[in-house]
């Protein structure tokens, strides 16, 4: 867990994102590819085996690879998935929709200060956030598994808030730390609130203004 605090989230592998969590321009172009050949067959009146295998290949290909998109879920999609679920039911205050997603032993971090909230503390909470928070833009999530042996997942998210209070656009960073378990899911074991603003710490007094206990 200590690593997946820090851990610095690599450049996805291009062939993984082109054929698995966006396929469109690559099938768009096979698609392309396979309309091309069959109006310059057709214009130049040539038989159909010299423009007919082209058109079927590139054809085939484009079917295959949507195909294989839709049917494969990555790791790094079902984490994204997951922390968008997480982030639009705290926005929308739904605690439901959040507890089972988390661990035993999740907790909230601000910087390295720990809440000690427990999953139960965070999800009292949440029904109070569409009341601070007027509005909340989810820029951009990435993720990525940590560990070797696949048990330990990060994903990072940057957001735009305006909160009640201020009514001024700010910029946060948000890191969610996922544990596999023995059935293949995935729980969320720390929430941590890494940056706001133009990257400072955020305050820490967000925690202790509820009254909670907290330590390094």
Not at 69 to 89: D, K, N
Not at 169 to 175: F, Q
Not at 190 to 200: C, I, K, P, T, V
Request: hydrophobic share 45%; glycine share 8%.
């Amino acid at each position: 867990m200590d690593t997946a605090a820090t851990f610095e989230i690599p450049p996805q592998a291009w062939y993984t994102h082109l054929l698995l969590e966006n396929p469109w321009p690559f099938a768009g172009i096979l698609a392309a590819i396979a309309l091309v050949s069959l109006a310059t067959g057709l214009m130049r009146g040539a038989s159909i085996k010299r423009w007919g295998v082209p058109t079927v290949i590139s054809t085939t290909l484009a079917i295959a690879v949507y195909a294989l998109a839709q049917t494969v879920t990555t790791t790094a999609e079902r984490l994204t998935q997951m922390t968008m679920l997480m982030v639009e039911s705290a926005v929308a205050g739904t605690p439901e929709d959040i507890r089972p997603l988390l661990a035993d032993n999740f907790d909230v971090y601000v910087g390295t200060y720990r809440s000690r909230w427990g999953p139960d503390g965070f999800l009292a909470r949440i029904p109070a956030i569409p009341q601070l928070v007027r509005s909340n833009h989810v820029r951009e999530v990435r993720a990525a598994v940590v560990d070797s042996r696949g048990t330990i997942a990060v994903s990072v998210f940057d957001q735009t808030t305006i909160p009640a209070i201020s009514g001024q656009l700010t910029p946060n960073r948000w890191r969610c730390v996922w544990s596999r378990q023995p059935d293949g899911s995935w729980e969320l074991a720390q929430l941590r609130w890494e940056s706001w603003g133009l990257g400072q710490t955020p305050p820490t007094g967000l925690l202790t203004s509820f009254g909670t206990s907290g330590g390094g």
